[in-house]
Structure formats: structure tokens, C-alpha cells
């Protein structure tokens, strides 16, 4: 049995009158990393806040390396590393005296604190920047900077809300590629993001979340395969076709999901059934590909879609 | 298994690395610092002390200069520390997001208050002694009384620090700044027994004058070094002080953490 890293029961959070997380129900477990997918709003920043201690919880329990979040939230912030969505680096100084500052709150000892801030320059690439003030750094290094803090206590949990939010493909890939490093070397990550893709490739298992709930959790190609089947059939169709097609697809009792007005995917329980759905559609426009989490938010969170026949 | 407890700093520990963020960052800036916390009050000293003192032949027994000396140390600490946590922390606990980032780590959001009211009534203390230091060479600081006056220049310092970060916390932009500067501590720089005695307003406003902790402030430390104090007036002033600097303190908290912690 796995050792339970988070484990969230009945989580609620309201501000005001606005249920921004509605009764979440999450286990994480030691060595994994742990998406949480959704869109922008949907309540995952909250979620994470909540884990670390800069949101409090309205109703049910919420348990962060085996301690509760009410009552030992100083424990738990002693143990794990945040980074938070704006890694809000301090401007009035230095890269090094970031870090040093930063291990100092955590009351690191000041030779432990020097000696692991060499280690993290190095380990983020950013060594030779040591003694720049942080608004030299382009957005891709203050990102590692900011990975760097999170790790001067060591911490066996790392909290990021979306690392890659605004960086390029390059600097895109080193965060995963770094991730799939510190996941195995490191112990847990939690990783909020909106970036179906990001989610898909590094994370061991995601809870897919919209308007505060969470509505599936599970591996990646277990949701895919779950939700959505083998393959995905896209194809575009003028909006006075759409009931036509949509009537002979349910004949066939096919699952689909109409996109806006002028574009059905259907999905496939087998790669074998294709060839059949390319036959009805007869359209120039149709692509066989790979079903992507992107399918099973889609599906979950019905966003402008009609997913049922009408 | 054994199970390893989480050593955890101490409130103080905490309280004292918030303070040494600020000092890091005020020793890069020291000379403009020193320009403002330490000459502007020296020539006030110049300027009002001797310059226009001079046409006062007798203030109560004593010469205008060392009338207003005590006053000048109050005002200056008051000044300086309300600045400091208004000016100076406002940034961090909105754009720059310094606290948000603080409380990450297992500082909570009252030892970063704290800390930062303590920076300020130090910065506050500091700039007094000072002025003092260099004053001294005018013949200024000739009591030992002024040892144990800078104790409550310290508590002083503490009043306004706190009553500035209270402040920042409310206001919406720096801007903001302005109306409790121009509207408190500017009036309290002028009309609590500073630049005259108290006894030269109407009745009304005196009366009013001794809800500013301004009043109780220069009269603690006037009384204290130049024309004596009898205890309980000196236990009046001084529970005054500590009482409201309590009370800001535990506003200050609650408002600062509920924006901190959601």
C-alpha cells in the first residue's frame, strides 16, 4: 500500500455566496505526479491554496503529508514547496539572496541555505545568474528561479500551479523534461494546469476538474480509453447538414460530440469502425487521429457542446 | 517506525527574518536613507530650533531650542516609521506580492506583521538616536534620562508602525497614503505640544489633542529630560501608548491575514 500524500474528503470553499470548490473527494499518493486539469476558473488555484495553507476550507477534511491543514498548517508549509501561479520573485534583490532569503524564512540554517542554493543554480541552469537582480531574468529562468525556492526546504511535496503558463515550446519542455526527473528522484508532485497536453504526457494520474467539481480521476489513457474509446472520427460539416448527420449517426448508435455548429467528432470503441463512419459522413474533411484528454474534458465538462442527440 | 518530528522555527526566529529582509534592503539604500531620515530632521533642528527660536527669549524657564528638541526626536521617529510601513510595505503586500510569497515558507502572516512593524519602529528609533548623536555636539543630549527616553521613543515608534501598516492595509493605491498623512500625522506634528506648549489651544482642541499618541509621546520624553514628570502622569502617558499600540496591533492582524489567507 502507497503511502497517502494528500488526501482530500468533501473539500468545500466558498467566496461569498460563489462555490468556487464543491465537495472534492482526492487521494495522492507518495511518488506520483498528480494532475489537476481543468479550465481557468474552474478551481483548481483554490484547491491547491488550500493545500497550501493560503485558503482556508469551508467544509470537509483535507490532509497534506499526513497532517491535518487546519490545525498543523505551519508543519505542513515546513514540508512541502510551492510554486505559486505569479512566482512573485523578490525584486529588491539578487538570484542568490532570493534563495538565501527564502531558506531563511524557512529557517534553514544559513550554511545549508548557501550550500543548497549552489546546488539548485546549477540544477536549474541558472548559475551564472547568481548575483543578477531578478528583473534581468526572462520569464523562463524567473519560472526556475521560482522552482528553485520552492526546493531549498527539501520538501517531499511540490505544489506547482501552472509551471508552464506562459513560457515557449523550448522552456516548455525543459520544466517536463526537469519534471519527470525530480518525480522520480524528489518524491510527490502536484501540478495544476490548464494545458491538456502537459497533463497528459507528464502527470502519473489527473483529476480533471470544472466549476469546482472534480469530475473524473485517473490515468490519462485510462480516461481516454474510458471516455472517449480508441480512436476519434473529426469532421466538418455545414450547420443545415448537422441534423441529417447526426440522425444517421444515432442509427448506427454512435457516440459523438458536436463542436459549435459545424463540426462532429465521433469517438470509437475500436479502430475497426472507422472506416464505417468515414462511409456516412462522406466528407473530404474527415480525420482519423489519436483521442487526446482534451476529448474527455470535452465530454466531461460539455462546454458549448451538445454531447446527447437532440 | 520512528516518527521524525518537523522542526519548526520559532515565532521569534520568524519575526527576526522578516525584520532582516528589510535591513538587507535599507543597507543598499542607506545615503537615501540617511538623507531623509536623519538630515531633513537636522535642519529643522537648524531652521526652527535656532534660526527662529532665537526671537524667543523664554520658553517656560528654558531656551526655545531645548523646548522643541525633545518634540523634534518624537516627530522624526514618528514620521520616519509611519513611512516606513506605509510606503514601504505597500508594494509588498500588493504588486510585488512579497507577503503572499512569505507565507509559502512556515512563516505565517503574523510574524511577517510583526516583523515588519518592528523593522519600522527600529528604522523610527534609529533615525531619533541619530539626530540625537549629532545633535549632541550642539550641547543637545545631556541627560542620562535620555537613555531610558528612547525606550519610549521605541514604544513610540511601535504606535505609529503599526498605525502606518494598519493604514497600508486599507488604502487602495499609494495615493491613499495621502489623506491619513495630510490629515493625522502632518496635524499631530504641529498641534501636540511640539512647536508650543499645548496650553496655548482652546480648551476644545487640547482635549482633543490628548487622543493623539503624538501628545503623550513628546510629553513623555520632554518631561523625562527636561522639565520632569510625576509618576502618574508619567503611568498615564506611557499605559495610554501601550494600550493603543495593542489594539492596532490586533486590527492590523486580523485585516492583514483575512487578505493573505482566503
Not at chain 1, 35 to 58: D, E, F, H, Q
Not at chain 1, 190 to 205: N, P, S, V, Y
Not at chain 2, 83 to 103: C, H, L, P, V
Not at chain 2, 166 to 179: E, N, P
Request: glycine share 6%; charged share 20%.
Amino acid at each position: 500500500m502507497r503511502k497517502l500524500i494528500v488526501e482530500a474528503k468533501g473539500l468545500t470553499k466558498k467566496f461569498a455566496d460563489q462555490v468556487v470548490v464543491k465537495d472534492v473527494h482526492l487521494e495522492v499518493f507518495q511518488g506520483e505526479c498528480f494532475g489537476i486539469l481543468g479550465p481557468n476558473g474552474a478551481g483548481k488555484s483554490t484547491l491547491m491554496r488550500m493545500m497550501y495553507g493560503s485558503a482556508t476550507t469551508n467544509e470537509g477534511e483535507l490532509y497534506v503529508v499526513g497532517l491535518n491543514a487546519k490545525t498543523n498548517i505551519r508543519e505542513i508549509k515546513a514540508r512541502i514547496g510551492v510554486l505559486p501561479q505569479d512566482e512573485a520573485l523578490d525584486r529588491e534583490f539578487t538570484v542568490r539572496e532570493n534563495l538565501h532569503l527564502y531558506g531563511s524564512y524557512h529557517g534553514v540554517d544559513r550554511d545549508v541555505a548557501v550550500h543548497r542554493t549552489e546546488d539548485l543554480l546549477k540544477l536549474m541552469r541558472l548559475e551564472d545568474l547568481g548575483d543578477q537582480f531578478v528583473n534581468v531574468l526572462s520569464s523562463a529562468m524567473k519560472r526556475r528561479l521560482g522552482m528553485a525556492r520552492a526546493m531549498i526546504n527539501q520538501p517531499e511535496l511540490l505544489l506547482l500551479d501552472e509551471p508552464t503558463a506562459g513560457l515557449d515550446p523550448q522552456a516548455r519542455f525543459w520544466v517536463w523534461d526537469f519534471l519527470e526527473n525530480v518525480k522520480t528522484e524528489m518524491g510527490t508532485v502536484i501540478l495544476g494546469t490548464h494545458f491538456m497536453e502537459e497533463a497528459e504526457k507528464i502527470c502519473d494520474r489527473i483529476a480533471i476538474m470544472d466549476r469546482g467539481q472534480v469530475l473524473a480521476v485517473g490515468e490519462p489513457q485510462a480516461l481516454i480509453r474510458q471516455h472517449i474509446g480508441v480512436q476519434v472520427v473529426e469532421f466538418q460539416i455545414s450547420k443545415h447538414e448537422l441534423q441529417y448527420y447526426l440522425a444517421r449517426l444515432n442509427a448506427q448508435q454512435f457516440h459523438y460530440q458536436v463542436i459549435g455548429d459545424s463540426q462532429i467528432n465521433v469517438h470509437l470503441e475500436s479502430s475497426e469502425t472507422a472506416q464505417k463512419v468515414i462511409s456516412i459522413v462522406q466528407s473530404q474533411k474527415a480525420t482519423i487521429r489519436q483521442p487526446t484528454l482534451s476529448d474527455v474534458f470535452l465530454r466531461l465538462a460539455g462546454h458549448h457542446l451538445r454531447d446527447e442527440p437532440l | 517506525m520512528k516518527l521524525e518530528a518537523t522542526r519548526l522555527p520559532t515565532f521569534a526566529n520568524g519575526v527576526l527574518q522578516v525584520w532582516k529582509r528589510s535591513y538587507l534592503q535599507f543597507k543598499r539604500f542607506w545615503l537615501m536613507n540617511f538623507f531623509w531620515i536623519v538630515l531633513e530632521p537636522l535642519l529643522l533642528l537648524l531652521a526652527i530650533g535656532y534660526g527662529l527660536g532665537s526671537f524667543i527669549s523664554d520658553m517656560k524657564g528654558v531656551a526655545y531650542v531645548d523646548f522643541f528638541f525633545p518634540a523634534l526626536l518624537c516627530m522624526t521617529s514618528m514620521f520616519v516609521s509611519f513611512f516606513e510601513s506605509t510606503y514601504g510595505n505597500f508594494a509588498k503586500m500588493t504588486y510585488q506580492r512579497t507577503y503572499s510569497t512569505m507565507i509559502l515558507t512556515s512563516l505565517e502572516p503574523k510574524q511577517i506583521i510583526v516583523g515588519e512593524i518592528l523593522w519600522a519602529t527600529c528604522k523610527g528609533t534609529f533615525s531619533a538616536i541619530s539626530v540625537a548623536l549629532i545633535a549632541s555636539f550642539f550641547g543637545h543630549l545631556n541627560s542620562f534620562l535620555y537613555i531610558p527616553a528612547f525606550l519610549v521613543i521605541f514604544l513610540s515608534s511601535f504606535v505609529f508602525a503599526t498605525m502606518g501598516l494598519l493604514i497600508m492595509s486599507m488604502v487602495k493605491s499609494f495615493d491613499g497614503i495621502i489623506y491619513p498623512t495630510s490629515g493625522l500625522i502632518v496635524p499631530m506634528s504641529l498641534f501636540c505640544g511640539t512647536y508650543f506648549p499645548l496650553e496655548q489651544l482652546p480648551s476644545v482642541i487640547k482635549y482633543f489633542t490628548y487622543l493623539l499618541p503624538l501628545t503623550h509621546s513628546v510629553a513623555l520624553v520632554r518631561g523625562m529630560t527636561l522639565t520632569g514628570i510625576n509618576w502618574w502622569q508619567f503611568s498615564l502617558h506611557l499605559l495610554f501608548l501601550i494600550g493603543l499600540s495593542s489594539v492596532l496591533l490586533r486590527w492590523t492582524v486580523d485585516r492583514i491575514t483575512k487578505k493573505l489567507i482566503l
